[in-house]
């Protein structure tokens, strides 16, 4: 195996700094950590309305199961008209990774 191995100095502006993948993706994390997302949210962050939302992801049986807090998920379905829906914001952003195939199928 050939190897090469170069002395180089980058500067690195005064307002910026150099973190692992690992440590960013932690901040990512702890940004999310005790914030809950309204439904206005989640359309941001997924970029699609309320009414695919729910068609796709939040009224399906096979979603609904892990995501309603009823059975012990991270979504307050509203119950009655007037009230609003709630998402755990750390766990919904999770979810929607782990679950972009289906959601997108």
Do not use: C
């Not at 910026?16 to 997302?37: A, D, N, P, R, T």
């Not at 009655?80 to 709630?86: A, E, I, R």
Request: no cysteine; aromatic share 12%.
């Amino acid at each position: 195996m050939q190897q090469l191995n170069v002395n180089l100095t980058i500067p690195i502006p005064g307002d910026s700094v150099l973190i692992s993948k690992i440590e960013l993706e932690e901040l990512k994390k702890q940004e999310l950590k005790g914030v809950y997302w309204t439904m206005k949210d989640l359309e941001k962050r997924t970029g699609k309305k309320h009414e695919w939302i729910k068609e796709r992801i939040l009224y399906p049986s096979k979603f609904r199961m892990i995501l309603d807090v009823e059975n012990g998920g991270f979504v307050y379905y509203p119950k009655s008209k007037g009230q609003t829906w709630s998402f755990q914001a750390i766990k919904m952003a999770e979810f929607l990774d782990k679950h972009f195939n289906q959601i997108f199928r």
